[in-house]
């Protein structure tokens, strides 16, 4: 069955850095569009980044963009998130997506 698994959040002072990773299985991954999500109960859900099948083209939304980069390794078949320059208002629950098919999620903090 489909399964994606999302990891890398945490509690992070403001201006600091995560990595997210999500690793999928269940399907064949470098044939798909991946994206991440957040939500938080503020804002609801949100898209962040999205990347193409072979990662050549990516997206972001415009509260992510310069800080943000999302990227794949379709060997592992893996999505990573590299979140930089963190701000409080980034507190959300982070969801990878593909195929239509949602993690877990994995909550990212940013508080001093």
């Known amino acids: 069955q489909v399964q994606l698994v999302e990891s890398g959040g945490g509690l992070v002072q403001p201006g600091g850095s995560l990595r997210l990773s999500c690793v999928a299985s269940?399907?064949?991954?470098?044939?798909?569009?991946m994206y991440w999500f957040r939500q938080s109960p503020e804002k609801g859900r949100e898209r962040v980044a999205t990347i193409s099948e072979t990662g050549g083209i990516t997206t972001y939304a415009n509260f992510v963009k310069g800080r943000f980069t999302i990227s794949r390794d379709n060997a592992k078949n893996t999505v990573y998130l590299q979140m930089n320059s963190l701000k409080p208002e980034d507190t959300a629950v982070y969801y990878c997506?593909?195929?239509?098919?949602w993690g877990q999620g994995t909550q990212v903090t940013v508080s001093s």
């Open positions: 269940g399907f064949t991954f470098p044939a798909y569009v």
């Open positions: 997506n593909g195929l239509g098919y």
